[in-house]
């Protein structure tokens, strides 16, 4: 399965991250389909560069020609000028296979909790986080995740 390949991917790399968008909202428990895996870092340089190497091991490329380091330090100009949300990797032999790093949101800032999955302890933004973050990105698809979450608290 893609998300467990990109997640084993990610911790023989050494990098702190979190899972949001799609599959988050499905592992929290609302129906949701989804195919690319999101996921935040924290803002510090070494786990840009260490999310590139390990998103590149499993056959994953930059949809921009840029280095961990480069959207690290570039990451406001990403931001701000280029309305660049998400740092998009695809694999060019299987364009199913796509990982998006949210650059609007800090795992260091952000409440995550540890669930089981398929025998694997996965990290995820917290439901509350998670419907922060879908109301503050303000999309369709967001906005429907988000009533799907607080249905589950209801």
Not at 47 to 72: H, Q
Not at 87 to 101: A, L, T
Not at 112 to 128: H, K
Request: net charge negative; hydrophobic share 45%; aromatic share 8%.
């Amino acid at each position: 399965m893609f998300l467990l390949t990109v997640c084993r991917a990610l911790r023989s790399h050494d990098v702190r991250f979190a899972l949001v968008g799609g599959y988050a909202v499905s592992l929290h428990g609302a129906t949701r389909g989804t195919l690319d895996v999101d996921i935040i870092l924290p803002f510090e340089e070494i786990f840009f560069i260490r999310a590139n190497e390990a998103l590149n091991s499993i056959g994953l490329t930059s949809r921009i020609p840029v280095s961990g380091r480069d959207v690290y330090l570039n990451r406001e100009h990403y931001l701000n000028e280029k309305n660049m949300a998400a740092w998009g990797f695809i694999n060019g032999n299987n364009p199913g296979e796509v990982v998006d790093i949210v650059l609007t949101t800090d795992l260091n800032c952000t409440e995550t909790i540890n669930i089981q999955f398929r025998g694997e302890n996965l990290p995820l933004v917290s439901r509350t986080a998670l419907i922060e973050m879908k109301k503050n990105s303000a999309r369709p698809q967001d906005l429907s995740d988000v009533a799907a979450l607080l249905r589950l608290t209801a």
